[in-house]
């Protein structure tokens, strides 16, 4: 069953995972298009933290594959995605361009990541979290799949608290839902809440990115766990 979403005076809208899949595979054929250049500096600035890191890197909601060429090579990249379409167009991209460090791409449920604990040095997830039914739990999942010691690099969206913005991204979130966006529901109490409640992450960086300041990348660590002696 569809999750339902109060939006507070807003009409309740249902966000299920059969809305997401069936939005993106039709944005598959012009994704990179419309969004390629869009969100081009925030791609950039989040590949280069996943570069610092290094590692085997997690790459959910990897689409079509648009930031596979820009990682170090001596990476290791595993992506996801929730459509056969997107991924697709990301498998012809891998083997157009030669990429061998990309280990594999598969569909998989954010929410559900079919991979043991402590996988992966960075989960990487570009405008993931306002696309997924279940924020908090997508977010459980990096964090699961995370080694201690790695990041958890996110790019997303930040709904504002109040005034005109606030206002206009309530009245949007009807039209924007059926193409796979949410516009309202992710102010940066939402994140700072499960932070809270997340043993073991921490945030090292919040910054704002491009366009209009109204996206953030936020990068988590996940502590070192210690074993009494």
């Known amino acids: 069953m569809a999750e339902i979403f109060k939006l507070d005076d807003v ?19 012009v994704y990179d298009f419309v969004f390629g250049g869009v969100f081009s500096k925030g791609r ?4 280069q933290a996943t570069n610092r890191v290094g590692g085997r890197v997690l790459e959910v909601g990897v689409g079509t594959g648009i930031s596979l ?12 995605d929730i459509s056969e379409a997107m991924l697709q167009k990301a498998k012809r991209r891998v083997n157009d361009l030669g990429l061998k460090n990309v280990e594999e791409l598969a569909v998989m449920d954010a929410e559900k990541l079919e991979f043991p604990d402590n996988s992966f040095d960075v989960v990487m997830a570009q405008y993931v979290v ?29 709904s504002a608290d109040a ?26 109490s939402r994140y700072a809440q499960w932070l809270a409640g997340a043993a073991e992450m921490g945030l090292v960086e919040n910054r704002p990115i491009p366009p209009l300041g109204h996206f953030s990348l ?5 502590t070192t766990t210690t074993v009494a002696a």
């Open 44 to 47: 950039k600035a989040a590949i």
């Open 11 to 29: 009409e309740q809208l249902d966000f299920d995972r059969a809305t997401v899949e069936q939005a993106y595979d039709r944005w598959a054929p």
């Open 130 to 158: 306002t696309a997924v039914p279940n924020p908090e739990a997508a977010l459980d999942e990096f964090a699961r799949v995370l080694r201690p010691g790695g990041e958890l690099i996110i790019l997303t969206r930040i």
């Open 163 to 188: 005034g005109v913005r606030r206002f206009i991204e309530r009245r949007l979130q009807p039209v924007v839902r059926p193409l796979g966006f949410r516009t309202a529901e992710f102010t940066w």
């Open 69 to 80: 060429p820009q990682y170090a090579s001596h990476l290791r990249i595993f992506g996801t």
């Open 218 to 222: 936020l990068r988590i660590r996940k």
